[in-house]
């Protein structure tokens, strides 16, 4: 993984059998980021587990292991105490150009991914919502 900021705008780059999610909190931590909005993510992804959330508990989860292209990447990735917590969501197509797209639980870099982030310093929290059970954004004042 290689990355660079200037004026709170972080450019990745991640290499094959790099997981995805893993770095993109690496990469917070190494920029010190409050908050990260995904402003761009392409490039392709194997071995991913897509979701669609059904209802409490449920997000239908799905194992796809051959290459798929990334076509559009988006969430915000959020600091949680000592960690980072990404909410992405994702669109994909295979070799016949077909699209699948979702929740992203889970990838591996295949080939290379090109990301762009943009550093907030706007605090967010996430907390389970009794009623729906999502992890729900919440914003938080600066003290």
Same mark, same amino acid.
Do not use: W
């Given at each position: 993984?290689? &990355?660079?900021?200037?004026?709170?705008?972080?450019?990745?780059?991640?290499?094959?059998?790099?997981? $995805? %999610?893993?770095? $993109? %909190?690496?990469?917070? %931590?190494?920029?010190?980021?409050?908050?990260?909005?995904?402003?761009?993510?392409?490039?392709?992804?194997?071995?991913?587990?897509?979701?669609?959330?059904?209802?409490?508990?449920?997000?239908?989860?799905?194992?796809? &292991?051959?290459?798929?292209?990334?076509?559009? $990447?988006?969430?915000?990735?959020?600091? %949680?105490?000592?960690?980072?917590?990404?909410?992405?969501?994702? &669109?994909?197509?295979?070799?016949?150009?077909?699209?699948?797209?979702?929740?992203?639980?889970? /990838?591996?870099?295949?080939?290379?991914?090109?990301?762009?982030?943009?550093?907030?310093?706007?605090?967010?929290?996430?907390?389970?919502?009794?009623?729906? /059970?999502?992890?729900?954004?919440?914003?938080?004042?600066?003290?």
């Amino acid at each position: 993984m290689q &990355s660079k900021e200037i004026d709170n705008l972080i450019i990745a780059r991640l290499f094959p059998d790099e997981d $995805l %999610q893993e770095k $993109l %909190q690496e990469i917070c %931590q190494k920029h010190k980021v409050k908050t990260a909005i995904i402003l761009s993510g392409i490039g392709q992804l194997k071995n991913f587990k897509l979701g669609y959330f059904k209802n409490k508990g449920d997000y239908t989860p799905e194992f796809f &292991s051959k290459p798929h292209e990334m076509i559009s $990447l988006s969430g915000i990735i959020s600091k %949680q105490g000592d960690n980072y917590e990404p909410h992405l969501h994702i &669109s994909l197509g295979d070799e016949n150009k077909r699209v699948i797209g979702g929740h992203l639980i889970e /990838g591996i870099v295949e080939i290379t991914n090109e990301i762009v982030l943009l550093k907030s310093d706007i605090l967010l929290r996430r907390k389970t919502e009794e009623t729906t /059970g999502l992890r729900g954004l919440f914003l938080e004042d600066d003290k």
